[in-house]
């Protein structure tokens, strides 16, 4: 009889113990499910989020750029100016992946760009061989705040400007109430690598001189437009010179008696 009981009650145990697992083992795989929508769904918000993130030198286009990034960090290790950083969960970027704030850190151009070497997927393309050919941005001034637009003495950013004379040139204007001169900084998207330097050297509270991504502020004339009056258009025109319309005749060269343009219409007027 008590080996009976013994028997009844390990089973009623055993039986507890199952259904315990299963209740627990339902609720951790509901909890994961949930879990993982959740992480999905954040990943997606952040994935299309923040279009003014700067990437390191050399980054590709955008979509390319997320597709070859492997979020290892690499490049952030690399940088001796702890310019890079990994966004974090909850951030405006997708997750591990590498930016930077020009205000805080800008980028300091290095020479031999270490971040670019430490990247193992390319990411950031070993096809650039020359720092000041990066193009991580473009310098934008707002002429409200500028102080030199103002008509104050400042150019700080056209004197910090590591291409000084390139990417920033300063433009003289006569002021109309001195005769002092004004000084405009001027920016050339044809040379700015987008470094920040400038932005990080702006005494203004809040910087009069901000990097933004290309696609944000520069805009495409279209390929359908001719611009006759620039040189290269000129020469990728075809041109012959027998296409070249007949020289104009000079005054000395019309006969005597008919006017230049004179024609059968209004001969023997003169």
Avoid at 45 to 65: C, N, S, T, V, W
Avoid at 125 to 141: F, Y
Wanted: charged residues 20%; contains cysteine; proline residues 9%.
């Amino acid at each position: 009889m008590i080996n009976l009981c013994l028997m009844v009650r390990t089973m009623s145990e055993k039986s507890v113990t199952r259904r315990d697992f299963l209740v627990k083992a339902a609720q951790g795989t509901a909890m994961a499910a949930t879990g993982g929508l959740l992480w999905v769904y954040l990943l997606k918000q952040e994935a299309r989020a923040h279009p003014y993130a700067l990437r390191p030198p050399g980054a590709l286009d955008e979509k390319d750029f997320n597709a070859a990034c492997i979020k290892c960090g690499q490049c952030v290790n690399a940088c001796p100016f702890d310019t890079l950083k990994l966004a974090g969960s909850g951030a405006d970027l997708p997750i591990g992946m590498p930016f930077f704030i020009p205000r805080e850190i800008p980028c300091y151009l290095c020479p031999d760009i270490p971040c670019m070497k430490a990247c193992p997927t390319g990411a950031l393309s070993p096809e650039l061989k020359h720092i000041n050919d990066s193009r991580m941005g473009l310098a934008v001034i707002d002429l409200e705040n500028c102080l030199s637009w103002k008509g104050l003495r400042c150019e700080i950013c056209h004197r910090e400007c590591p291409l000084k004379g390139k990417a920033i040139t300063l433009e003289t204007h006569p002021r109309q109430i001195s005769k002092h001169a004004m000084f405009y900084p001027i920016v050339n998207s044809d040379a700015c690598t987008g470094c920040g330097i400038c932005e990080k050297a702006c005494p203004t509270t809040e910087a009069a001189i901000r990097i933004l991504p290309h696609k944000l502020v520069q805009g495409k004339i279209g390929d359908h437009y001719r611009l006759g009056w620039t040189f290269d258009t000129e020469i990728t025109q075809d041109f012959k010179p027998s296409d070249a319309p007949p020289p104009t005749p000079s005054i000395d060269a019309v006969p005597k008696g008919k006017a230049p343009g004179q024609d059968y219409l209004n001969e023997g007027e003169l």
